[in-house]
């Protein structure tokens, strides 16, 4: 049986604190997985919504400031409401602290019917 979710690498380097990108291919963000020993406390998001386009910050609709999400340093998956996100195409993250070592935190998304 097919999934109807799928999981994508996104990828910060040691020293920085911005992800490499993944096109969703119109599959709809609904969390992220951490690895064990990240860094970070929390991420903002960066998305467009043509391939290869310039990356916005992704804002609260509620309050105009950017959408955070509460990083784990376990292995944590954290959920996300994917009505917020419904519109990306393709994603970015900022992680608020430099990361030691390369990082891959990973893209939870589904396709939505």
Same mark, same amino acid.
């Given at each position: 049986m097919a999934s109807n979710y799928m999981e994508a690498p996104l990828l910060i380097r040691a020293g920085s604190t911005i992800s490499s990108s993944h096109s969703l291919g119109g599959e709809t963000i609904i969390g992220f997985r951490f690895p064990i020993g990240f860094e970070g406390s929390q991420i903002t998001m960066k998305a467009s919504v043509v391939t290869n386009n310039e990356f916005f910050s992704v804002n609260d609709p509620t309050t105009g400031a950017?959408? !955070?999400?509460? +990083? =784990? *340093? =376990? =292995?944590?998956?954290?959920? $996300? *409401? *994917?009505? /917020?996100l419904a519109c990306? &195409?393709?994603? &970015? $993250? $900022? *992680? /608020? !602290? +430099?990361?030691?070592? /390369? %990082? !891959?935190?990973?893209?939870?998304?589904? %396709? #939505? #019917?």
């Open positions: 950017a959408l !955070t999400v509460k +990083a =784990g *340093s =376990g =292995g944590a998956i954290v959920p $996300i *409401s *994917s009505f /917020d990306v &195409q393709n994603i &970015q $993250i $900022i *992680s /608020d !602290t +430099a990361v030691a070592v /390369d %990082r !891959t935190v990973y893209v939870i998304a589904r %396709r #939505m #019917m």
